[in-house]
């Protein structure tokens, strides 16, 4: 599909709880009972909330509760019928909702509308398994960004998350494709 979407993305810590259950595992049950095209669980290494506690690895007595971020992709519809769900879970911390579009074919050439006043945040999750040309996507990704002038790139590890619907628990421990 390449449609119009929303991204729904949550903010929380680690210990986060909704009921006797982890506000991360739930959040995912959820997505993957919606059935969303995509989601992840990313774990921060450094931040705070509004609570204004910080929290890092860098310190091994403040990094027993780090930041949490869930992001789903899927049609408008399908989120929004999420949204009363999340939102009962989710007690503390941040919900944002953007635009987005999901990309599951080739496309031609992106052009940006002239006189853009705002800045545009491209955002490509692949899973570790994918390749292009031989090489790991998140590798031939950034190579490509790199090549055109991107002021940036990132690339940051998934835990957990949805894959057409389906609900993916990464192997932590596993080699990763690049060190095979």
């Keep these: 599909m390449n449609a119009d979407c929303l991204k729904l993305t949550t903010y929380f810590a680690e210990h986060d709880k909704t009921g006797r259950r982890f506000l991360a595992d739930a959040l995912l049950d959820c997505y993957a009972r919606h059935e969303f095209a995509t989601s992840v669980l990313l774990r921060g290494t450094e931040g705070f909330g509004s609570r204004q506690h910080l929290q890092t690895q860098r310190l091994l007595t403040l990094s027993e509760d780090l930041p949490m971020v869930t992001v789903a ?60 040309a031989g090489r790991p996507a998140f590798l031939a990704v950034v190579d490509l960004l790199h090549r055109h ?3 940036g790139a990132t ?7 949805t894959a057409h619907g389906v609900r993916q628990r990464a192997a932590l421990l596993a080699a990763t494709p690049a060190c095979r």
């Design 155 to 161: 690339v940051l590890l998934g835990v957990d998350g």
């Design 73 to 132: 992709v899927d049609t408008r519809q399908r989120i929004e019928q999420a949204l009363e769900e999340v939102a009962a879970l989710t007690s503390h911390g941040l919900v944002t909702l953007e635009r987005a579009r999901l990309l599951t074919s080739p496309i031609g050439e992106v052009r940006l509308p002239e006189g853009l006043a705002e800045a545009t945040k491209l955002t490509i999750y692949v899973g570790r398994g994918e390749r292009v």
């Design 149 to 151: 002038g991107v002021d």
